[in-house]
């Protein structure tokens, strides 16, 4: 999604909400493209239900590319589709979340430890622009622009890796975990931010154990900062 289309699907609450029926892209990739940022945004809850009326008047659509975005999010794991119940953002189990991330935290290792060991400099080059891109989304607040970066960040990073298998079963975990760390995208944008600078130094610099380290530290880092956000809503409930 380039910077014209994200402008245009950023929520603004103070105008009428975006009619996605004017754009000239194909319903279909902007509606499913629409819902998965706001759920990776944490705009939407676990378990949250996602009407497809409502979501049809409120995006300027008909019910079908609405019906079809959520069949696509269902089959990347965000979307849960039950019968007479309709969608819901998924859930995930506290036994299933902390199963995934043990599991991508020894990945990202290792991908970051083969990416310190083959540093291709036309990818080093383009995985530092999306670093100064994701500092500027920082910086100005732009939630949804912010999540496409991190996404892109960890795809770069896998193809200065050049493992295609492990880019393939890191791709899959990345999407799953996504929705358990949504609620912290943005309170915990600077730090996992300058988390990305610190792993993208030792990669620069071939030092292949730090940026293991570093990378499997990230994604702990980011799940304790999921935990403590539960904690205080669980207090305040």
Do not use: C
Request: hydrophobic share 45%.
């Amino acid at each position: 999604m380039n910077d014209a289309t994200a402008s245009a699907l950023k929520p603004n609450p103070d105008a009428p909400a975006t009619s996605l029926g004017a754009q000239h892209s194909p319903l279909f990739a902007l509606v499913t493209d629409t819902l998965r940022q706001r759920i990776l945004g944490g705009q939407y809850e676990q378990g949250e239900r996602l009407v497809e009326n409502t979501l049809s008047l409120e995006l300027g659509v008909s019910r079908i590319p609405v019906r079809e975005a959520l069949r696509a999010l269902a089959a990347e794991g965000l979307v849960r589709i039950e019968p007479r119940r309709g969608a819901s953002v998924a859930r995930l189990s506290p036994n299933i979340a902390r199963e995934m991330v043990e599991v991508r935290a020894t990945l990202e290792g290792l991908n970051a430890k083969l990416a310190a060991q083959r540093r291709d400099p036309a990818l080093i080059a383009e995985i530092e622009q999306v670093l100064r891109e994701g500092n500027e989304a920082v910086n100005t607040g732009q939630t949804e622009r912010f999540v496409e970066l991190n996404s892109r960040f960890h795809e770069v990073l896998g193809n200065i890796a050049a493992n295609s298998v492990l880019q393939d079963m890191m791709r899959s975990l990345r999407e799953r975990t996504a929705l358990l760390f949504a609620p912290a995208n943005m309170s915990r944008a600077r730090t996992n931010w300058d988390e990305h600078a610190q792993i993208l130094q030792a990669v620069i610099a071939g030092d292949a154990d730090l940026a293991a380290l570093l990378a499997t530290r990230h994604v702990f880092s980011a799940a304790k900062a999921v935990e403590s956000i539960q904690a205080e809503g669980g207090e305040q409930s």
